[in-house]
């Protein structure tokens, strides 16, 4: 292969319908890098998720075959993501004090129970780091063969500079080598194992203290963090696929080292469309658990976090993720979330009225030009605000419709029905809220009224009123707890 690159960004000027004609027949090949089971998922993994489980969904209804694979690292994800950190999982397990697969298991069940709460498909295949082993050892030796690796003291590394000779480093982040080259052994940092400060290990030397170990033809040890994609990706859907998902955030040095793993062990740049999803924010300040404005999603939807006025459903996330293109930053605040859940609800409102449309004898509308905005606008890069966009401008032919003013026949009824419940429940996944889950947004709305009332009550030291409320809600079984910064209710039995 040489240094020309062959490397596609998928971008608005790429046409869905036009670029998957998949590259091993029958099927569309994607790949999305899946969570590292050592903690609770959090809500940028939900958005990557869900970018690509939209994709998924759309591709599936343009008539694709999809196999889509997305993987769980449960072994040989280094604490600071380089090659002398500690795994994440065993240093979980250490601190829980049990085994690194109770870990697993752990973590994989809430992840699973996560993504099932936003409505994401489930992928077709789900493999695991720990289950391929043995491909990752043999990717490894293809590597070394070619002669982009070697091993020292029972770690092997892999050798960027040799590979930088031949092939673009870089292409996919944009990293520039050039005015690196010249750092040599001496000056590497700590002195360690590397020829060369951008090497990076594709199977470490395992510790006595490793849990989580394994025999290969270097020593005992365990691979790197960037080799299991590499080869789980390559093992289902073939040396060149169609498409790669993930986070902004991996895109070096997990995508750019997967790159190279799969040309130094097979020749062949191995992805067609490489797609990347942006980050969150916080009232327009980086997400980050050190400045305490990141969210749990079990946080996000109880309402129970500081920065939260209160709580959201679940379809009201995903419907707010949808509002913003995949590859633009999403600012999480109260109005934002409260926007969404209005606009969700006028969403659904409008598709029960169209249900209980009655038809006339003929159109005085043409709903071609509503039902084909969609689909433009979802093969533009799959763009979701403006699909979004597209359905309320639906909506306001449906109520005018509705109050009169339009009419509509029965064979357009029927399309205008079956394209709301194509493009709403099936490509952006949103699922209609019972009347349960409303009842429930309904009492907790009227409880935070009472709550408020009671307080101030009590701030105008009207002790009676106060304690009347607590003593009512006592005969229904709510039960009201003081607390220095805020009251809060629930059942007893």
Partial sequence: MSKESSLHIYNSLTRTKEIFKPLNPPFVGLYVCGPTVYSDVHLGNVRSFLTFDVVYRYLTYLGHN???????TDVGHLLDDSDTGDDKIEKRARLEKIEPMEIVQKYTNGFHNTVNQFNLLPPSIEPTATGHIIEQIEMIERIIKNGFAYEVNGSVYFDVKKYSEQHNYGELSGRKLDELLEQTRDNLEGGNEKRFFADFAIWKKASQETIM??????????????????????KYLGQEFDIHGGGMDLKFPHHECEIA????????????????????????????????????????????????????????????????????????SNDALQGAEKGLIKLMNGIETLSNLIPSEKSTIDINNIISNCNKSMDDDFNTPMTIAHLFDGLKVINSINDGKESIGASDLEKMQAHYNTFVFNILGLVSESSESQTNNVENELMDIIIELRKKSKENKDWST??????????????IKDSKDKSTWSYEE
């Fill in 261 to 332: 793993q799969s040309v130094g062990a097979d020749g062949t740049n191995p992805v067609k469309y490489w797609m990347h999803g942006n980050m969150l924010t916080v009232n327009g300040t980086k997400m980050s658990k050190s400045l305490g404005n990141s969210f749990l999603p079990e946080e996000l939807i109880s309402g129970d976090h500081p920065l939260l006025e209160k709580g959201y459903s679940p379809m009201t996330v995903r419907f707010f993720f949808l509002q913003a293109n995949y590859k633009s930053t999403v600012d999480f």
């Fill in 466 to 479: 106060a304690d009347l409320i607590r003593d009512e809600l006592g005969k229904l079984n709510i039960s």
């Fill in 66 to 72: 999809v196999r889509y694979v997305r993987n769980i």
């Fill in 213 to 234: 170990k394994w025999e290969s033809p270097w020593g005992i040890g365990v691979p790197g963090w960037h080799l299991e994609c590499s080869v789980m990706s390559t």
